[in-house]
């Protein structure tokens, strides 16, 4: 899911993953839980009695039958889990296969913080090969996080305005651009407490496992299988340090790193080195493909004509309203998904051949859809949410502007954008917690990990720290390819084993390294 930077770079979301609260030190000592966990456990007795009263749904949701949609009631603070509750979506389709292949329901998380997982039963009714054993077995299962979409949705700015062009630089010139960013920041952070001021301290990592094993329970399951992918496996390493005897299947792919060290500013820095690397992939690519795009034979080329085109952008925004924050936002898809490279490459090559139609069409933000429109800014505000509530950011600007201006200096592509997308955790208004401590718990399975080794949004290294942190899991690496979200690729080698373990639970004997699935081809 992509969203708009909130401090005027209008950014994809850097979607690498939501943050996490430790469980609150008013610990109950006779159970040795916490108050949220006690209330967890309430909620979730309650769930399971209430169950979930599915329906056709809403027309205007746009899902297809027989999917069918639901509501789930979660307490908005688990320490008063008899205080205020606050409805989350849901929707499913049953399992493909008969009565007694079915293994119960499967439950996904597409990232973020701030994407809708709800889409995920669409993989059954669309006929997606690489599912189709698995949803023989499973009921596949999607909601709306909290704050997400049509489960209490938050928003922090009128989201016409939000999505307004152009935008400033996000590569500043001068002191004056630093300053303009940092006010446009600090707003953002006012207008989250304006508008979702009650929300944002319970907008957290740890309630929102809490929240998926409520919805574990209303769905009648005695234990979670769960598929996450980018901040989803935050989520889901979350829950499993949390609920480590609920979890009976859990795959994680492209993984954050859940280090509290990393949790969530230098989760950050880390992804700007990493885009970094994948934009030169992607620029490889383009100058191996030059008979197709026409955009230089070399990689320096390539990179030539980007700044070219950036520069006059800036200059003079394209179509009035292209300048170079739109530009990244349209670019940035390249290094985060395979599937992009030849669409960003085309409307490149075509901008180049002299089609600046092409480029404005994809790049600018387009007023007329306002659902699209609420739904990108709702998108920036939980991922603005969890990310600044689930851990302490630095407040000191001289360490933001330090760490920017050392990494700008040799990773351009991001680091600027991705900078002022963050820095109104460094003015939050609620209280920052302290990340969950991500680990093994009794009861845990084994867990499975999928990783590509040149991931831009969720580094390597992320994938290797839950292997370690989770006893027992398996990592199945795919090495030299970078697409985020690896699952969802063919590459056989990957999906048979995904499907051997959501099927049969087993998984290989040790880890597994795969060759990286199919480049695209122009």
């Not at 916490?34 to 329906?55: T, V, Y």
């Not at 303009?180 to 989250?192: I, T």
């Not at 917690?433 to 991500?438: K, Y």
């Amino acid at each position: 899911m992509t969203a708009l930077g909130s401090a005027g770079a209008l950014v994809t979301a850097t979607l690498i993953a939501g943050a996490v609260a430790a469980p609150s030190a008013t610990a109950d000592s006779r159970h040795g839980q916490s108050r949220e966990q006690r209330g967890a456990a309430i909620a979730a007795e309650r769930a399971a009695k209430a169950g979930i009263d599915w329906q056709d749904c809403p027309a205007d949701w746009g899902f297809e039958k027989p999917i069918q949609c639901g509501w789930v009631s979660v307490p908005l603070d688990y320490a008063h889990p008899n205080g205020k509750q606050i409805k989350l979506a849901v929707d499913r389709i049953g399992n493909t296969g008969t009565k007694e292949e079915r293994q119960g329901a499967l439950v996904y998380n597409p990232g973020g913080p701030g994407g809708s997982g709800m889409r995920f039963p669409r993989r059954v009714t669309t006929k997606n090969p690489i599912w189709a054993n698995t949803a023989k077995a499973y009921d596949f299962v999607g909601f709306d996080p909290r704050g997400v979409g049509h489960s209490a949705p938050i928003s922090c700015i009128d989201p016409q305005e939000f999505v307004k062009a152009p935008k400033a630089d996000p590569v500043p010139d001068t002191e004056a651009d630093k300053s303009a960013q940092r006010k446009l920041a600090a707003e953002y952070a006012d207008g989250c407490a304006e508008r979702s001021g009650a929300m944002l301290p319970q907008m957290t990592t740890p309630n929102t496992a809490r929240d998926l094993d409520v919805i574990r329970a209303a769905l009648g399951e005695k234990k979670l299988n769960y598929l996450g992918v980018s901040y989803g496996t935050y989520l889901g390493a979350v829950y499993g340090t949390l609920f480590p005897g609920h979890v009976r299947r859990m795959v994680v792919d492209s993984v954050v790193n859940p280090s509290r060290e990393n949790i969530w500013y230098q989760a950050n820095l880390e992804q700007d080195i990493a885009f970094e690397g994948r934009w030169k992939d992607w620029e490889d690519w383009v100058a191996k493909n030059d008979a197709a795009f026409h955009l230089g034979d070399t990689r320096a080329k390539v990179q030539d004509q980007w700044l070219k085109l950036r520069a006059t952008a800036k200059q003079s925004p394209l179509g009035g309203v292209v300048g170079p924050a739109e530009l990244i936002s349209f670019f940035q898809s390249a290094p985060y998904y395979d599937s992009s490279w030849v669409p960003v490459a085309t409307v490149f090559s075509k901008y180049v051949a002299g089609d600046t139609q092409a480029l404005v069409d994809a790049a600018a933000p387009d007023l007329s859809d306002t659902a699209g429109n609420i739904a990108s800014e709702n998108g920036n505000a939980v991922y603005t949410a969890v990310e600044c509530t689930d851990a302490k950011w630095p407040t000191s600007w001289k360490k933001w502007d330090r760490d920017n201006t050392r990494l700008h200096k040799d990773y351009p592509f991001m680091t600027w954008a991705n900078a002022w997308m963050n820095l109104p955790c460094a003015t939050w208004p609620v209280k920052q917690q302290t990340p969950v401590d991500v680990k093994t718990g009794k009861g845990l399975p084994a867990v499975l990990i999928v990783q590509s080794t040149r991931d831009a949004a969720t580094p390597y290294p992320g994938a290797v720290e839950l292997h370690k942190r989770f006893k027992g899991s398996r990592l199945i690496t795919e090495k030299d390819a970078g697409s985020h979200g690896v699952t969802g690729l063919v590459n056989p080698c990957i999906n048979s084993r995904v499907d051997a373990y959501l099927l049969t639970g087993t998984t290989d004997s040790s880890d597994v390294t795969c060759t990286p699935h199919a480049t695209p081809t122009p």
